[in-house]
């Protein structure tokens, strides 16, 4: 199983980057997505969750109307478009995938090595 993220790096508040997560050795499709993130000294917490049709998509509070979570499943692929970045969204983004979409980080059985993102001028 692998879940590699890439898109990361250094973006000014205000900006974007868009994340995308390939997925391989398992059955994409019957799996729920989610993004992760953790900053430095805190715990991971959840940002976004689609289901394994990509017909619903859940959000962490902070993010909600600035990120977009999506799902292509004949690529293997899920991506979180984000937008209006805040220095507070700075930290190691990860994907993860569960048999539902879920916002709790146990819930997940596979979880790739992460991206960083910094939201800095």
């Known amino acids: 199983v692998q879940l590699q993220a890439f898109g990361g790096g250094l973006v000014q508040p205000g900006g974007s980057l868009r994340l995308s997560c390939a997925a391989s050795?398992?059955?994409?499709?019957?799996?729920?997505m989610g993004w992760f993130r953790q900053a430095p000294g805190k715990e991971r917490e959840f940002v976004a969750a689609?289901?394994?049709?990509?017909?619903?998509?859940y959000y962490a509070d902070p993010v909600k109307g600035r990120f977009t979570i999506s799902r292509d499943n004949a690529k293997n692929v899920v991506t979180l478009q984000m937008d209006r970045l805040k220095p507070e969204d700075t930290a190691v983004y990860f994907c993860?995938?569960?048999?539902?979409?879920?916002?709790?980080?146990?819930?997940?059985?596979?979880w790739g090595h992460g991206t960083q993102v910094t939201v800095s001028s």
């Open positions: 993860a995938a569960g048999r539902l979409a879920l916002p709790r980080p146990a819930e997940y059985d596979y």
């Open positions: 050795g398992f059955s994409f499709d019957d799996y729920g």
């Open positions: 689609v289901t394994w049709s990509g017909g619903s998509t």
